[in-house]
């Protein structure tokens, strides 16, 4: 099982990035999906996450500006990042579990990692 994060980079603020989430060895159709983030010296958070049913959610900080989408037919998930601040700046990882969205945080860690990829936001 392996989940691969690309796009992350150096942007301006204001900018914009689109990550990409590809996901093997397991049928992403059957799963949620999601992104968190991790700043340093902070608690890893929950960026936004999609259903398998195309349901989504954001964290309240970048709603509006985030857009999550999944397409099954590539085993992809993408979040679009627009009008980027510096406080995004962090390592954005992609998870995978099966339960529902609303059982996530509960019970066990969360079954797919990826390994993580960088997002620098300069001012």
């Known amino acids: 099982v392996q989940l691969v994060e690309s796009g992350g980079g150096l942007v301006q603020a204001g900018g914009s990035l689109r990550l990409s989430c590809a996901a093997s060895g397991f049928d992403v159709d059957e799963y949620n999906i999601g992104w968190f983030r991790q700043a340093p010296g902070k608690e890893r958070e929950g960026v936004a996450a999609?259903?398998?049913?195309?349901?989504?959610n954001y964290a309240d900080s970048v709603k509006g500006r985030f857009t999550i989408t999944r397409d099954n037919a590539k085993s992809a998930v993408y979040l679009q990042m627009n009008s980027l601040k510096p406080e995004d700046r962090a390592v954005y990882f992609c998870?995978?579990?099966?339960?529902?969205?609303?059982?996530w945080g509960q019970g066990r860690p969360l079954r797919y990692w990826g390994q993580g990829t960088q997002v620098t936001v300069s001012s």
């Open positions: 998870v995978a579990d099966e339960r529902p969205l609303q059982m």
């Open positions: 999609i259903s398998t049913g195309g349901s989504t």
